[in-house]
């Protein structure tokens, strides 16, 4: 059994703690937030993170909190439905995917994580990580210490440890795009995700029975900043270049300036290791993608998997870290990349054939992690 700290109580930190538990590993988990707070929107988790939240034994927990739906529709801007593309079953007898609430979400990885074991304590971060070779002294913002076997940060795109480790890697890149959400009450049939295609992309994404959320990706040339008084109204004016009318009329409802969640999009992938001795990196700490084919937190649940096999699979951190990342650099590299060409497409005026990316995706991401 392994001490192990896990930096970062977000998607990616917290199922790694729960992974690493479900090992027998000590864990405790910091997080920067003391309310642990996350945004009031919602999440895709596709096929291949049902399969990692099946093996983390926290399935039903999703289901229970989430919508399920096996496919995902794609019109074009005048709102015309031109494809239907099936999502892959990944688990025997559950659905393909699921849209989740990022509160509900949040609830059950935390709640799950508490209950495995693992120490939670907020508003700590690390402000030094001594690594000795045989383990790590660390230091905390409340002037506490402590030794571990290893450290795993998943302290996300600004991640504080990777500026530890590798202070002279890229910052995150602006991709010249800003997505925008929002939640709205399900009026319809909405059992699957609806892609729309267009300059300005939007998708309607169904997360419990009576709730879905809409995400909007817009051209955002120079990376504005947008005040929060007015900021409904802002978005509103985003979608008047999409001529589909069920968009138009979700658009008359965003009125509430509280309830937009606007974030320009930016990218990051680390190229070499993402470890440095016995401190390791995942999720967005190391490739951080858009939002254009919905596998973010997926890749971070993945990693959060397969680091944790790792670590049981070796008695050197050394050795288990390059194996984790041996798995996983091409996967991640695709998701990042692919998605980063949709946006760039989309940002120069270029169709986007939406349901040939999205095929290919599933295709890749249903083969083993």
């Known amino acids: 059994m392994a001490r192990i700290l896990v930096i970062g109580g977000g998607i990616g930190g917290l199922t790694s703690a729960i992974a690493l538990r479900q090992r027998g590993h000590d864990v405790d988990v910091i997080e920067r937030d003391p309310d642990w707070s996350v945004y009031g929107v919602g999440i895709i988790q596709q096929a291949n993170v049902i399969r990692a939240v099946a093996q983390l034994g926290i399935l039903d927990d999703y289901l229970d909190a989430g919508c399920a739906f096996d496919r995902v529709d794609i019109y074009i801007p005048t709102g015309q439905k031109v494809a239907s593309v099936p999502t892959p079953k990944l688990v025997e007898d559950y659905p393909a995917?699921?849209?989740i609430g990022r509160p509900a979400l949040h609830k059950v990885l935390g709640d799950r994580t508490k209950a495995a074991g693992a120490t939670v304590r907020l508003g700590v971060t690390a402000t030094e990580l001594n690594d000795d070779g045989a383990g790590v002294d660390a230091r905390f913002s409340d002037g506490s210490t402590g030794r571990y076997d290893m450290v795993v940060a998943a302290d996300g795109l600004y991640s504080e440890t990777r500026a530890m480790l590798f202070p002279d890697v890229p910052q995150p890149r602006f991709v010249g795009q800003g997505v925008w959400r929002y939640n709205?009450?399900?009026?319809?049939d909405e059992s699957a995700i609806a892609v729309f295609e267009g300059p300005?992309?939007?998708g309607l994404v169904p997360t419990s029975p009576t709730q879905m959320y809409m995400y909007v990706t817009t051209p955002e040339p120079g990376n504005p900043r947008y005040p929060r008084e007015g900021i409904a109204a802002a978005m509103r004016d985003k979608l008047r270049g999409v001529p589909a009318p069920q968009i138009q009329a979700l658009?008359?409802?965003?009125?509430d300036d509280a309830e937009v969640v606007y974030k320009p999009l930016e990218t990051l992938f680390l190229d070499g290791p993402?470890?440095?001795?016995?401190i390791a990196l995942l999720g967005d700490a190391v490739h951080a993608t858009t939002p254009h084919?919905?596998?973010?937190?997926?890749?971070?649940i993945e990693d959060?998997?397969?680091?944790?096999e790792e670590i049981s699979r070796h008695d050197d951190p050394e050795a288990a870290f390059t194996a984790f990342h041996a798995r996983r650099v091409e996967r991640c590299r695709y998701i990042v990349d692919a998605s980063v060409a949709i946006c760039s497409a989309q940002v120069a005026g270029e169709r986007v054939d939406q349901a040939a990316a999205t095929s290919e995706m599933f295709q890749i991401v249903a083969?083993?992690?």
């Open 97 to 99: 995917n699921i849209g």
């Open 367 to 369: 083969q083993p992690i």
């Open 184 to 188: 709205f009450p399900r009026t319809g």
């Open 293 to 300: 084919l919905g596998q973010g937190a997926g890749m971070a």
């Open 251 to 255: 658009a008359e409802q965003i009125t």
């Open 274 to 278: 993402w470890h440095r001795g016995r």
């Open 200 to 202: 300005t992309g939007v």
């Open 304 to 308: 959060s998997l397969v680091l944790a």
